[in-house]
């Protein structure tokens, strides 16, 4: 479910850095505003039906027979959350464009503590609220999500000027960005997860590692990740006004914010990879296997950092479709081959993986430094000329 939500998410996330371009071009953007609701709710639909249609899926793929009924329900609820998930995302892109984050942010961070208050209330039960176990979650997932939509809609009603608007190229252009984005996100999504099920085939043991140390990577990566939004908002502006020298220089900042911030993250990794393992566990075996882990982690940060800044460039300059083909090659043609090679042929198990993610995090870098460097040198032609 997460992989098809991912998916709807990137394409939606294509709003901010195209209405940036639209910005800079002096463009009217206010009147993109129903359309981009029309894309996402298109997409909400679709995302919803693949979610219901992979239901009566689920009792084959091999869980214990108990755990079936409660992921179909979850599911089904789940599903139809959709809509108010999609809606906000695409609000949230929109007024990103406009470079309002301050209210929708405060918006997300109030909607996690509602989301922890309704998960206890709804899952235990309180007073005249019956215990709803894994209903309950699927329940609270589903109020919070509209919730944040609802909100951030009338936010943008009560604070612009709308009118409705039509325009079938505005939605080509959200796909030709928000695709390659899209299926590079699932891409590298299903290669992650794909380790853990290599690896637990072996034991669960290393599987539950392969999952610590990608859920330390991800609170890394929240803060570049949010930077490399913001790079490909004003990359975007500067790019649609043709000012190259704003752009280069947005594009410089948004690296060195990026990268230095995973060098930080590197350092506390390498100094003290045991204390924050053991944040997550108590299980010797399985601190044991994390921590040579860590050491490979704190590498991979830093390339991390610049491929998720380059990618905000990327998106920005509109040259989207590199960062697609870029994920593929570098975590299927080789991460996962040299990391089976190595986990597997070497003994290196999970670490033989992460040497793995560290090589295409490198490539990464690599394919869209080049890729920017020929967008770079054609736009210095054009100006020439």
């Known amino acids: 479910m997460n992989c098809l939500l991912t998916f709807g998410v990137g394409l939606i996330a294509s709003i901010s850095p195209l209405l940036s371009n639209y910005r800079g071009e002096k463009r009217t953007v206010k009147k993109y505003f129903y359309p981009s609701i029309r894309f996402s709710m298109v997409l909400a639909v679709l995302t919803m039906l693949l979610i219901l249609a992979f239901i009566p899926v689920i009792p084959f793929i091999g869980f214990e027979e108990k755990l079936v009924p ?62 709803l176990g894994v209903v309950g979650l699927a329940i609270a997932s589903f109020v919070v999500r509209y919730v944040m939509g609802i909100v951030l809609l009338i936010y943008c009603y009560k604070n612009m000027q709308l009118r409705n608007y039509h325009e079938k190229g505005y939605y080509k252009a959200l796909l030709s960005i928000g695709l390659p984005i899209s299926l590079a996100v699932l891409v590298e999504f299903i290669a992650f997860n794909s380790i853990a099920i290599f690896m637990g085939r072996v034991s669960g043991v290393y599987a539950a590692a392969q999952n610590l140390v990608c859920s330390l990577t991800t609170i890394s990566f929240m803060i570049p990740f949010a ?22 220089k947005y594009s410089l900042v948004g690296v060195v914010m990026c990268v230095g911030f995973m060098a930080c993250s590197a350092v506390v990794f390498l100094s003290i990879p045991k204390p924050i393992v053991s944040l997550f566990t108590v299980d010797a075996e399985l601190i044991k296997i ?14 991390d950092g610049l491929q998720i800044a380059l990618a905000g460039i990327c998106k920005g300059v509109k040259q989207a479709d590199i960062v697609l083909l870029a994920n593929f090659v ?37 394919i869209m430094i080049f890729k920017l460097k020929r967008f770079v040198d054609i736009a210095y032609k054009k100006q020439e000329l």
């Open 227 to 248: 930077i490399s939004n913001a790079i490909a908002v004003k990359t975007g502006f500067a790019n649609g006004a043709g000012n190259f020298v704003d752009l280069k």
């Open 330 to 366: 570098a975590y299927w043609l080789v991460s996962i081959p040299l990391g089976y090679t190595l986990a597997f042929k070497y003994n290196m198990n999970v670490s033989g993986f992460w040497v793995g993610l560290c090589s295409a995090a490198a490539i990464l870098c690599f």
């Open 290 to 303: 994390c921590i040579p882990v860590m050491y490979i982690l704190s590498i991979f940060q830093i390339f």
């Open 70 to 131: 409660d992921i179909q329900i979850y599911m089904l609820i789940s599903a139809f959350s959709t809509f108010g998930a999609y809606l906000h995302a695409c609000l949230k892109e929109f007024l990103q464009s406009f470079e309002i984050v301050l209210f929708p942010n405060l918006v997300t961070i109030a909607c996690v503590f509602l989301n922890i208050a309704l998960n206890v209330v709804l899952v235990f039960g309180l007073g005249p609220i019956p215990s």
